[in-house]
T-cell receptor, first 111, second 113 residues
């Protein structure tokens, strides 16, 4: 069965810290791996990764995919309180449009 | 640009009642997805449509749940009769299809008493 596992499940840091969120998966074939940020309402799209070893970057956030070791990481540098959210890792299998979500990592950034 | 629009934002009703959730996808998007989110189970896909046609409804919990997409700009998710265990946040998402990211609406928070 296809599975996405995120770690840690929760994390508390202070402003300015750097965090690394992990996502490992057991999916036979997939089109893409996506990261979403969910605050109080809808998940908002962060990154889509399709190729191994190519880093995607947006401001203080970056992400990379390792298809050989079957994992992805999401890095946030110089964290701010506004980064507090649940971060969701999800995979889109090759043969379907559906997304398989991990449990999420709840990040709390304290002032 | 308008995002995915869902209504109502909140719904509180008694068990046994019919509940209808509505979704307007982003204009031009040809794939639409209904999800349910709970603390216990996280985000679960219920059903998705491509070009208004249901493709995969394997996530629909049981016959009490049904979804329709009569045209490219509107979809409904109906629960009849509703039960307390249906209480959750229901999200609708849309995408351009293929290998494109999904964009989520703000969700409907459903409480069945």
């Amino acid at each position: 069965e296809d599975k996405v596992v995120q770690s840690p499940l929760s994390l508390v840091v202070h402003e300015g810290d750097t965090v690394t969120l992990n996502c490992s998966y057991e999916v036979t074939n997939f089109r893409s791996l996506l990261w979403y940020k969910q605050e109080k309402k809808a998940p908002t799209f962060l990154f889509m990764l399709t190729s191994s070893g190519i880093e995607k970057k947006s401001g203080r956030l970056s992400s990379i995919l390792d298809k050989k070791e079957l994992f992805s990481i999401l890095n946030i540098t110089a964290t701010q309180t506004g980064d507090s959210a649940v971060y969701l890792c999800t995979l889109q299998p090759s043969n379907t449009g559906k997304l398989i979500f991990g449990q999420g990592t709840t990040l709390q950034v304290k002032p | 640009d308008a995002g995915v629009i869902q209504s109502p934002r909140h719904e509180v009703t008694e068990m046994g009642q019919e509940v209808t959730l509505r979704c307007k996808p982003i204009s031009g998007h040809n794939s639409l997805f209904w999800y349910r989110q709970t603390m216990m189970r996280g985000l679960e896909l219920l059903i998705y449509f491509n070009n208004n046609v249901p493709i995969d409804d394997s996530g629909m919990p049981e016959d009490r749940f049904s979804a329709k997409m009569p045209n490219a700009s509107f979809s409904t998710l109906k629960i009849q009769p509703s039960e307390p265990r249906d209480s959750a946040v229901y999200f609708c998402a849309s995408s351009l299809g293929g290998n494109q990211p999904q964009h989520f609406g703000d969700g409907t928070r459903l409480s069945i008493l």
